[in-house]
């Protein structure tokens, strides 16, 4: 399926010794900026089981930073791939392609994901990725322990693509404010959404929204200037942001054209505790 949707997609590579140092990366303990310049070679990880593979480690858990998932750009070469990829039986998964195409088989069934593709993956999922292409694969990775409730299963594994879901409009918007959501809010069995947000340009999230959800956003298309914490700041297409629970947060879409990100966020459970020791 020939994607209609641009994605934009780290390249790597370094950095002449004549640019300047200073960018727009910045580390908070209510957000966290990751920009497009600094992924580059010397930033890059490797995982066992996998061939002609590297990644960019954009989102981790770790105190004061991502507490709820992970999120990888992996860059996977012609014919590369892996027979092993999860080694942790009780991680879900989302994989979002951004360039070119990957074969995926889940549960000994074949799948083909372009540009746009969309896979979901349930804890103890048994599946396997390859680049059968001439061209390099690249395509997030997003991460999660999957939170089991008694009486309600895990969700199943599904394919899809950008392009086949219809993007839903925010009430009140005039069509300039859209979430394409891949599962259905009110499905308990997902204890994470990852959808894809859509303004138009001049579009706004017009107050400061302030919830209980983790948020990681990568910039697909576009730019906008986001107000963080009281604090406003440039984002562009390939930049990253971490946005913590009860992180204030608004926006406006600079165009010319869309601005369009993947969005993580945590949902459908109780707030977990801190227990104390005994």
Same mark, same amino acid.
């Given at each position: 399926?020939?994607?209609?949707?641009?994605?934009?997609?780290?390249?790597?590579?370094?950095?002449?010794?004549?640019?300047?140092?200073?960018?727009?990366?910045?580390?908070?303990?209510?957000?966290?900026?990751?920009?497009?310049?600094?992924?580059?070679?010397?930033?890059?990880?490797?995982?066992?089981?996998?061939?002609?593979?590297?990644?960019?480690?954009?989102?981790?858990?770790? /105190?004061?930073?991502?507490?709820?998932?992970?999120?990888? =750009? #992996?860059?996977?070469? !012609?014919? $590369?791939?892996?027979?092993?990829? %999860?080694?942790?039986?009780?991680?879900?998964?989302?994989?979002?392609?951004?360039?070119?195409?990957?074969?995926?088989?889940?549960?000994?069934?074949?799948?083909?994901?372009?540009?746009?593709?969309?896979?979901?993956?349930?804890?103890?999922?048994?599946?396997?990725?390859?680049?059968?292409?001439?061209?390099?694969?690249?395509?997030?990775?997003?991460?999660?322990?999957?939170?089991?409730?008694?009486?309600?299963?895990?969700?199943?594994?599904?394919?899809?693509?950008?392009?086949?879901?219809?993007?839903?409009?925010?009430?009140?918007?005039?069509?300039?404010?859209?979430?394409?959501?891949?599962?259905?809010? /009110?499905?308990?069995?997902?204890?994470?959404?990852?959808? =894809? #947000?859509?303004?138009? !340009?001049? $579009?706004?999230?017009?107050?400061? %929204?302030?919830?209980?959800?983790?948020?990681?956003?990568?910039?697909?298309?576009?730019?906008?200037?986001?107000?963080?914490?009281?604090?406003?700041?440039?984002?562009?297409?390939?930049?990253?942001?971490?946005?913590?629970?009860?992180?204030?947060?608004?926006?406006?879409?600079?165009?010319?054209?869309?601005?369009?990100?993947?969005?993580?966020?945590?949902?459908?459970?109780?707030?977990?505790?801190?227990?104390?020791?005994?």
């Amino acid at each position: 399926m020939a994607s209609k949707n641009t994605y934009y997609a780290p390249t790597g590579g370094l950095p002449p010794q004549t640019q300047l140092l200073s960018d727009r990366a910045i580390f908070t303990e209510a957000y966290a900026i990751i920009p497009k310049r600094v992924l580059t070679d010397i930033v890059i990880s490797y995982l066992p089981f996998w061939t002609g593979m590297r990644m960019w480690v954009i989102a981790r858990p770790l /105190s004061g930073f991502s507490e709820t998932f992970s999120q990888y =750009i #992996v860059e996977v070469a !012609p014919n $590369g791939g892996s027979d092993k990829p %999860e080694l942790d039986a009780v991680a879900e998964s989302v994989l979002f392609v951004v360039e070119g195409a990957m074969t995926l088989n889940i549960e000994g069934k074949e799948h083909q994901l372009e540009e746009g593709g969309y896979a979901f993956l349930p804890p103890a999922c048994q599946w396997t990725l390859k680049n059968n292409g001439n061209k390099h694969l690249k395509f997030h990775w997003i991460r999660k322990a999957y939170q089991y409730v008694d009486g309600i299963d895990a969700p199943d594994a599904f394919v899809t693509n950008d392009n086949e879901v219809e993007a839903i409009p925010m009430p009140n918007t005039n069509d300039v404010w859209k979430t394409t959501r891949f599962t259905e809010q /009110s499905d308990m069995r997902h204890d994470m959404h990852v959808n =894809i #947000v859509t303004f138009e !340009p001049g $579009g706004v999230i017009p107050f400061d %929204e302030t919830h209980v959800m983790e948020h990681g956003l990568y910039v697909l298309e576009g730019k906008a200037v986001y107000h963080l914490n009281g604090e406003w700041v440039e984002v562009e297409a390939g930049d990253f942001m971490w946005l913590r629970a009860f992180c204030p947060q608004s926006c406006y879409a600079g165009g010319p054209g869309p601005f369009r990100y993947l969005l993580y966020k945590d949902v459908n459970r109780h707030m977990p505790f801190i227990r104390p020791s005994r």
